[in-house]
Protein backbone atom coordinates (compact mmCIF):
# COMPACT_ATOMS: atom_id res chain seq x y z
CA UNK A 1 0.00 0.00 0.00
CA UNK A 2 1.23 3.35 -1.09
CA UNK A 3 2.45 5.55 1.83
CA UNK A 4 0.24 9.16 1.99
CA UNK A 5 2.43 12.30 1.31
CA UNK A 6 3.45 13.93 4.53
CA UNK A 7 1.84 17.40 3.85
CA UNK A 8 4.88 19.18 5.31
CA UNK A 9 6.87 17.37 3.18
CA UNK A 10 5.02 18.19 0.39
CA UNK A 11 4.26 21.79 1.19
CA UNK A 12 8.31 22.01 1.42
CA UNK A 13 8.20 20.07 -1.68
CA UNK A 14 6.15 22.56 -3.70
CA UNK A 15 8.19 25.26 -2.62
CA UNK A 16 11.20 24.23 -4.21
CA UNK A 17 8.87 23.36 -7.43
CA UNK A 18 7.65 27.31 -7.21
CA UNK A 19 11.50 28.55 -6.10
CA UNK A 20 12.83 26.57 -9.32
CA UNK A 21 9.99 27.89 -11.71
CA UNK A 22 10.28 31.82 -10.39
CA UNK A 23 14.37 31.57 -10.97
CA UNK A 24 13.71 29.61 -14.64
CA UNK A 25 13.52 33.21 -16.24
CA UNK A 26 16.68 34.61 -14.78
CA UNK A 27 18.53 31.53 -16.05
CA UNK A 28 17.10 31.45 -19.81
CA UNK A 29 18.42 34.78 -19.86
CA UNK A 30 21.75 34.12 -18.85
CA UNK A 31 21.45 31.47 -21.61
CA UNK A 32 20.25 33.86 -24.17
CA UNK A 33 22.96 36.39 -23.00
CA UNK A 34 26.02 33.35 -23.44
CA UNK A 35 24.42 32.80 -26.71
CA UNK A 36 24.60 36.34 -27.68
CA UNK A 37 27.77 35.99 -27.65
CA UNK A 38 28.33 32.58 -28.73
CA UNK A 39 29.43 32.90 -32.84
CA UNK A 40 28.94 29.42 -34.29
CA UNK A 41 31.00 30.41 -37.15
CA UNK A 42 34.46 31.40 -34.71
CA UNK A 43 33.25 29.47 -31.73
CA UNK A 44 34.73 30.55 -28.58
CA UNK A 45 35.20 27.41 -26.10
CA UNK A 46 34.82 29.84 -23.07
CA UNK A 47 31.46 30.63 -23.67
CA UNK A 48 30.50 27.32 -24.92
CA UNK A 49 31.35 25.63 -22.00
CA UNK A 50 29.45 28.04 -20.56
CA UNK A 51 26.34 27.51 -22.27
CA UNK A 52 27.08 23.86 -21.50
CA UNK A 53 27.20 24.40 -18.06
CA UNK A 54 24.05 26.32 -17.81
CA UNK A 55 22.51 23.79 -20.27
CA UNK A 56 23.70 20.71 -17.77
CA UNK A 57 22.16 22.39 -14.79
CA UNK A 58 18.79 22.84 -16.27
CA UNK A 59 18.98 19.05 -17.20
CA UNK A 60 19.71 17.55 -13.98
CA UNK A 61 17.25 20.03 -11.93
CA UNK A 62 14.21 20.15 -14.09
CA UNK A 63 12.86 17.10 -14.18
CA UNK A 64 13.09 16.99 -10.12
CA UNK A 65 11.06 20.56 -9.85
CA UNK A 66 8.36 19.54 -12.16
CA UNK A 67 9.84 20.66 -15.31
CA UNK A 68 10.55 17.36 -16.92
CA UNK A 69 10.34 18.30 -20.84
CA UNK A 70 12.38 20.74 -20.17
CA UNK A 71 14.60 19.13 -18.76
CA UNK A 72 15.08 15.93 -21.22
CA UNK A 73 15.67 18.81 -23.97
CA UNK A 74 17.94 20.19 -22.11
CA UNK A 75 20.04 17.11 -22.19
CA UNK A 76 19.98 16.58 -25.46
CA UNK A 77 20.72 19.97 -26.29
CA UNK A 78 23.54 19.54 -23.69
CA UNK A 79 25.03 16.14 -24.78
CA UNK A 80 24.81 17.97 -28.22
CA UNK A 81 27.44 20.57 -27.03
CA UNK A 82 29.42 18.74 -25.07
CA UNK A 83 30.30 16.51 -28.15
CA UNK A 84 31.15 19.50 -29.71
CA UNK A 85 33.75 20.64 -27.28
CA UNK A 86 34.94 17.25 -27.42
CA UNK A 87 36.53 18.52 -30.71
CA UNK A 88 35.81 15.33 -32.30
CA UNK A 89 33.03 17.03 -34.34
CA UNK A 90 33.64 19.37 -37.70
CA UNK A 91 33.31 23.24 -37.29
CA UNK A 92 30.27 23.06 -39.42
CA UNK A 93 28.57 21.47 -36.96
CA UNK A 94 28.67 24.39 -34.56
CA UNK A 95 26.16 26.04 -36.71
CA UNK A 96 23.91 23.27 -36.87
CA UNK A 97 23.83 23.31 -32.69
CA UNK A 98 23.44 26.82 -32.82
CA UNK A 99 20.52 26.19 -34.26
CA UNK A 100 19.14 23.90 -31.99
CA UNK A 101 19.93 25.52 -29.39
CA UNK A 102 18.07 28.92 -30.54
CA UNK A 103 15.10 26.52 -31.28
CA UNK A 104 15.40 25.04 -27.50
CA UNK A 105 15.59 28.70 -26.02
CA UNK A 106 12.42 30.34 -28.03
CA UNK A 107 10.70 27.09 -26.83
CA UNK A 108 11.78 27.32 -23.22
CA UNK A 109 10.93 30.88 -23.10
CA UNK A 110 7.61 30.69 -24.64
CA UNK A 111 6.11 27.43 -23.02
CA UNK A 112 9.06 25.02 -20.86
CA UNK A 113 6.06 22.00 -20.25
CA UNK A 114 4.51 22.19 -23.97
CA UNK A 115 5.19 19.23 -26.20
CA UNK A 116 9.04 20.38 -28.25
CA UNK A 117 10.58 18.42 -30.79
CA UNK A 118 14.50 18.70 -31.06
Given amino acids: MPTPLDAD???????????????????????????????????????????HGLLHSIAGSAGTFGFPLLGQYARIVEQNVRRLLSGTEPPLDWAAWADQF???????KADPQAPYTV
Avoid: H
Avoid at 24 to 42: E, N, Q, S
Avoid at 102 to 108: E, H, K, S
Fill in 102 to 108: DGFLAWA
Fill in 9 to 51: FAARLQALNDKFAASLPGTLDKLAAARARFDAAAPDQTVAAEL
